[in-house]
């Protein structure tokens, strides 16, 4: 009879770790059975490979349907993962043994096991509260924490961590403990109809899994699994379990599968990030796994390096003084040494002085961590994967948990792909590069903030379904958002991002389906939101590198189309709808502007001034309308004025002509200070009021010039205190002009601006230059 041992571990436990360790080098197991994916078997022989370097996950998802996936992390300190470098080094036979996530993943089974990032590695991950009742769902969902609560301790893993994780010794007595602990609390547990099938299930292929190893001749049998199945797996060997667990797992459901491994990191693998198997502090945890002799003195070293890093003091005698006050509180709490809160409170109270601030960047870095997992460069992957890692190699990216901040500069080859590469990852579903305004002047420059997380490898495996490259995969899921489209202004913002990230093929495709849609669209607004984006493309595109006159070409077509349905699209709307509008008609004025077309300028001002002639459209829409017009030269002062009247009569009512000169003079305080016109057009209109009409439209005046700021009112009222109303310094500026103290200038602005183009006059002396 072959000898087999159940080792009940806890996920992501240094202590459990480290006594698996010391058990398994006792027993020198020859074959040696693991709580984990079996579809993942082919898997096992990279953990011994160099390039691999936890915190690591196995992901396994289906092909067809890559989102349906689950992760199983693993880190250094890791049980699972301690059990398989063991078992490679020994020559053993490895197996994961949990219920295949071909079965599990298949359609008809069940909801998929993950919420796929945060499925648990192999054990609690199906396991959720149970429907008997507060208590038994406790103690199935948290059975630790049950034993905690019976400890005295808030939490399973404080209570953890002060009887196995900050164990100074390792034995096999533990896991006999465990098992015992399991048992008891399993008879307590209720049942979650939910996942009743599931859990039988993966505890019947376990046990299927022990007894085929039995019956191949292994003598040495160690099975690694989650502390909770120690006491169904003990069954393996009961009279007529063979057949139940045969009848349990006949006829499921299976599909096809596919396994990788992908870099993981610790800020993922902590509870905080929502993985219900995480741990409270991985960080602390690989310092507890890697230095167990020193790791008091080892601990708070980092955090006193770490705090003059960031130019906070922390002295040697201060590392000291924390490392005595941290045995002498754990010698107070009975404890054979620190654990984490004696080393959290000696921290804080002589490195850091009872302040928060730094304590919380210790937390950050030495408590939870950063560290970011590596896998082989021949690890499988998919070819979009595969060119992800090329690329980045190439542009001299590297994905880690650590964040900051870059300048592009598109000039230059490099920095263009760059942010080509960074775009098109944005348009697959992995934001790694979030735009900032960038330091300095100029167009070509480009800020982006970099922060990687590890869960969008699984947006690498699903963009592999849209084409084998990045840039394929982005100009597919591409074409999937233009034909999902319902407005022309969605479409528009696509061919932005497509041009920032140089998908030509695609963008022609978008821009052929704006057109189309553009075509048979009846919403007015809708035009006119696509207008401003495509025309600052068309104007600035070249800084890219990009063609952007198809993108002209659209400009071209839809400007036409929103001026000729401008008048219908503005009647009938209510204030809120009619400051939209305001501001829709303001932005592609701005646009029209910017593209510099004197047939486009036309057309559209001839929209502005039917606009402007109508009567039964909401007073800001008209207001606006006239303003620009007046601002673009259309209009004379003296017709402004005229309307202005007109709107402010008492014919017109107070609300419409509020709501007129509120859309006339909104965000005009720097254009009534220094342009003169306009503040003359205002003046005259009120000098020319009556007394009784100015009182009764003072209310009116003074809410449209409570819009603007106190400095832009007190200037405007100075401005007209000043003869003829002139701009501020103009009058004295008049007065004061002296042409020699000018002219000697001249010689400083010619070495500034370069020399002056020929036949030019020199203004101070009237002579040819």
């Not at 089974?109 to 648990?120: N, S, V």
């Not at 905080?272 to 601990?299: C, F, I, K, M, Q």
């Not at 420059?445 to 394929?472: D, R």
Request: with cysteine.
């Amino acid at each position: 009879m072959p000898d087999i041992r159940l080792f009940g571990i806890r996920h992501h436990g240094p202590g459990s770790a480290r006594s698996l360790k010391a058990a398994l080098d006792a027993l020198n197991p020859d074959c040696l059975l693991i709580e984990g994916p079996p579809d993942a078997d082919a898997l096992i022989p990279l953990v011994a490979q160099e390039g691999m370097a936890p915190p690591v996950a196995l992901l396994v998802y289906r092909p067809d349907r890559p989102r349906e996936c689950a992760f199983f992390p693993f880190a250094a300190f890791s049980p699972e993962w301690v059990a398989m470098r063991f078992g490679i080094a020994a020559g053993a036979t490895l197996r994961f043994i949990d219920l295949p996530h071909a079965i599990q993943l298949a359609d008809g089974f069940g909801a998929p096991e993950a919420a796929p990032i945060d499925a648990e590695p192999v054990s609690e991950a199906a396991e959720t509260p149970s429907g008997d009742g507060p208590a038994p769902a406790a103690i199935r969902r948290d059975p630790l924490g049950e034993l905690a609560a019976l400890a005295g301790y808030p939490d399973g893993e404080r209570w953890w961590d002060a009887l196995v994780e900050s164990r100074a010794g390792a034995d096999g007595d533990v896991f006999a403990a465990i098992g015992e602990a399991m048992a008891a609390l399993r008879e307590g547990a209720g049942t979650d109809p939910d996942e009743a099938f599931r859990e039988e299930a993966r505890e019947a292929h376990m046990r299927s899994a022990i007894r085929r190893a039995a019956k191949e001749g292994f003598a040495r049998i160690a099975v690694v699994c989650g502390a909770w199945h120690v006491p169904a797996l003990a069954r393996h060997d009961a009279r007529g379990q063979a057949g139940a667990d045969a009848a349990t797992l006949k006829n499921l459901p299976k599909t096809k599968v596919a396994a990788a491994w992908a870099p993981w990191s610790y800020e993922r693998l902590a509870f905080a990030s929502g993985y219900r198997a995480g741990v409270l502090s991985p960080e602390w945890y690989d310092t507890l796994w890697h230095h167990e002799g020193r790791v008091a003195a080892r601990w708070l070293a980092r955090a006193a390096a770490l705090l003059r890093e960031a130019d906070l003091d922390a002295s040697p005698a201060s590392v000291i003084e924390a490392a005595r006050l941290a045995e002498a509180l754990a010698g107070f709490r009975g404890r054979s040494r620190p654990s984490l809160d004696d080393l959290d409170e000696a921290a804080q109270a002589t490195l850091c002085f009872a302040d928060p601030a730094p304590m919380g960047l210790i937390r950050r870095k030495l408590v939870i961590g950063e560290r970011l997992g590596a896998t082989p460069p021949d690890s499988p992957g998919t070819p979009v994967e595969a060119d992800f890692e090329a690329q980045c190699r190439r542009l001299r990216l590297k994905p880690g948990a650590s964040a900051g901040e870059i300048t592009l500069d598109l000039r230059k080859e490099t920095d263009l792909a760059r942010s080509h590469f960074l775009n098109r990852l944005t348009l697959i579903g992995i934001p790694w590069g979030e735009r900032r305004e960038a330091r300095g002047r100029g167009t070509f420059k480009e800020g982006w903030f970099l922060a990687w997380q590890p869960e969008w490898v699984v947006e690498l495996v699903a963009a592999s379904a849209e084409g084998g490259t990045v840039a394929e995969a982005a100009a597919g899921r591409v074409r999937v958002r233009a034909r999902e489209a319902t407005r022309v202004a969605e479409l528009s913002g696509l061919i932005g991002t497509l041009l920032d990230a140089d998908l030509a093929g695609a963008t022609a495709e978008v821009i052929r389906a704006l057109t189309d849609r553009a075509a048979v669209s009846a919403d007015v607004f809708d035009l006119m939101d696509a207008l401003p984006p495509l025309a600052e493309l068309a104007r600035y595109g070249s800084v890219r590198s990009s063609d952007t006159e198809p993108v002209l070409a659209v400009v071209r077509g839809l400007v036409p189309r929103a001026a000729a349905g401008l008048v219908a699209a503005c009647q009938s709307l209510d204030d809120d709808a009619a400051s939209a509008a305001k501001a829709r008609i303001v932005a592609v004025s701005g646009a029209v502007a910017l593209i510099e077309e004197p047939a486009l300028k036309a057309v559209w001002g001839e929209a502005l001034q039917a606009l402007a002639d109508q009567e039964h459209v909401h007073g800001r829409v008209v207001g606006r309308a006239v303003r620009l017009l007046f601002d673009d030269r259309a209009i004379a002062a003296d017709a402004a004025g005229e309307r202005l009247r007109l709107a402010l009569s008492r014919a017109s009512g107070a609300g419409p002509a509020a709501a007129w000169i509120e859309g006339f003079l909104e965000d005009s305080g720097t254009v009534l200070i220094h342009g003169r016109e306009l503040l003359a057009v205002v003046d005259e209109w009120l000098c020319g009021l009556d007394a009784d009409l100015f009182t009764e439209l003072l209310p009116l005046v003074r809410r449209t010039f409570a819009t603007l700021a106190p400095a832009e009112r007190r200037a405007v009222g100075e401005a007209l205190a000043r003869p003829g109303g002139a701009a501020p310094g103009e009058a004295e500026g008049a007065q004061g002009f002296d042409a020699a103290r000018a002219a000697k200038v001249l010689p400083i602005l010619r070495l500034l601006l370069g020399p002056e183009p020929a036949g030019t006059v020199d203004e101070t002396t009237g002579d040819a230059a």
